[in-house]
Each structure stands twice: as structure tokens, then as C-alpha cells.
């Protein structure tokens, strides 16, 4: 199994398929397992590296104060072991987050990002409902079982119509994501990165061609806030997911996977 090594800090990755290399990074307290429905499809044209986040899966799991800017240290260090000079980058909610500092902090690194689900955060940031940012906090302390905590958290994270019409899906991500549970020090600091992202000020100095996708019905990160980073991101493509959550890459499988895939081939 390879690891990347940063920060006294072992960072588990898998490499998949051939082709111009795509790093993928994936969200808070999720660990790669959950790109199990974009994998194959962007496998098949890119050479694609998935890496377990400090704090999740594989990856170590230091009780320390974690930031964005460091994780996105980890995610250059990933491509520094896997010997990618430069990648495309694809980035899900907090992995967006970490794109939009790695393209910032390491431009040469970057050959174009996707941006999924994100913000810039900062004073610009839309927020969510109180009663959804005090849900994110709790989550920490559930005491169910790892599948009942996901349940609880599932309308946060996927639209109620999604839920209503396809909870055999949402148990499908949800036996990926508990294989490995995140335990709650871990959620919490990754959880305290994000509340404290902000590229605001900063999206002026990412240079390379961007697309931007969010769904219109996400409640955790409200649509707003894509919408801000495709109009300050200079050239910036945006593509809205009509009707879908935050986890628009399971409630629009082939429509998401597709709109990524044209993007990518076309830089």
C-alpha cells in the first residue's frame, strides 16, 4: 500500500487507470472509498490518484489543530510520492477547499481544477441554516452506530427527494464510507479547517481554467456560494445540478461525471 509522507503525517493513496494524471480529494470526514461512483468513469481517460485525507481512512490521525493550507501541503506531498509534477485536480466540499489553496499555493503544480460543492469561505462565505451548523458540530458526540450516525446526518447532505425516491443509494455510500469510520477528534478538526477557509482574497491568483459545480438544492453548502466562486475566478465555467444536494456526484451520477469528464478532456 503506498503512502506519502508529510508533516510527521502518512498519507494513504491509490493510483488508478492511465493518462494525464487527476488528483481527487474528497470531503469533510469522508475518506477516498467515497468516490466509488466517479472513480471507474474518470478512470477510464485519466490516470487518477485517490488519497485518504489526515484524519480519515488509512491516512494518519493526529489529535493537533489541522488547516486547510496544511492539507493542502499533504495533497502536493501525495503528488510528490505518486511523481506527478503537475495534475489535474478535482475537488468535493472541503476538497474543493484544498484545490482552491493548492492552485493558489502551488500553481505549478495545478494543470486545471474542479471545484464541486465549495466555497471560498472567508466573510463572503453564505452561510448554512443554524440549526444545520449546530447538527455538523453534534455529529462528533453521536453515539449510534456508524451507520445510524450517517443516517441522521443524510438530510444534510442529500436532497429530500433524493432521499424519498432512492435510500438504496444513499445505503450504498454509506457501507463505503463506514468501512473506515473517522473518529470524532478527526471530524473536528477537519471541521474547524474548514470554518476557518478563506481564499476570498485570494482567487485572483488561480490561473488555470476552472469549472465550477454545485447543485441549486444543497443546504450545507448553499448554492450562493458556488455561483461566487464561478464569477470570481477568472474564466470560471459553471454548471448547476438542478434539484440536487450537496453529494451531487450520487444524486447525478452520469450528468456530473459526464460535465467533469468534457471539462477535463477539453484542457
Not at 99 to 127: E, K, W, Y
Not at 215 to 221: I, M, R
Request: charged share 20%.
Amino acid at each position: 500500500m503506498p503512502f506519502a509522507n508529510h508533516d510527521d503525517v502518512s498519507l494513504y493513496y491509490e493510483v488508478h487507470g492511465e493518462g494525464d494524471p487527476l488528483l481527487m480529494i474528497m470531503g469533510l470526514g469522508y475518506n477516498s472509498l467515497s468516490w466509488h461512483r466517479t472513480l471507474p468513469a474518470l478512470s477510464k481517460h485519466f490516470q487518477v490518484i485517490v488519497f485518504d485525507n489526515r484524519g480519515v481512512g488509512k491516512s494518519s490521525k493526529p489529535e493537533k489543530t489541522y488547516s486547510i493550507e496544511m492539507m493542502a501541503d499533504d495533497a502536493k506531498a501525495v503528488l510528490d510520492a505518486a511523481s506527478i509534477d503537475k495534475a489535474h485536480v478535482y475537488g468535493i466540499s472541503m476538497g474543493g477547499m484544498i484545490a482552491q489553496r493548492l492552485a493558489i499555493n502551488h500553481p505549478d503544480r495545478v494543470r486545471s481544477l474542479v471545484l464541486g460543492c465549495t466555497t471560498a469561505g472567508g466573510p463572503t462565505h453564505v452561510q448554512p441554516s443554524p440549526q444545520i451548523m449546530a447538527t455538523m458540530v453534534a455529529r462528533a458526540a453521536l453515539t449510534g452506530t456508524p451507520e445510524e450516525n450517517a443516517w441522521a446526518a443524510a438530510p444534510i447532505v442529500y436532497s429530500q427527494s433524493f432521499i424519498d425516491r432512492h435510500r438504496d443509494m444513499i445505503q450504498e455510500d454509506i457501507e463505503q464510507r463506514i468501512q473506515i469510520v473517522t473518529p470524532p477528534h478527526a471530524y473536528l478538526s477537519q471541521l474547524q479547517a474548514c470554518g476557518a477557509h478563506n481564499t476570498s482574497e485570494e482567487l485572483d491568483k488561480i490561473k488555470v481554467p476552472t469549472l465550477v459545480i454545485h447543485g441549486n438544492a444543497d443546504e450545507l453548502v448553499p448554492y450562493d456560494n458556488g455561483k461566487m466562486l464561478a464569477e470570481r475566478i477568472k474564466g470560471a465555467e459553471f454548471h448547476t445540478i438542478s434539484g440536487a444536494g450537496h453529494i451531487f456526484f450520487t444524486e447525478a451520477v452520469e450528468e456530473s461525471n459526464d460535465r467533469v469528464l468534457q471539462f477535463l478532456t477539453s484542457h
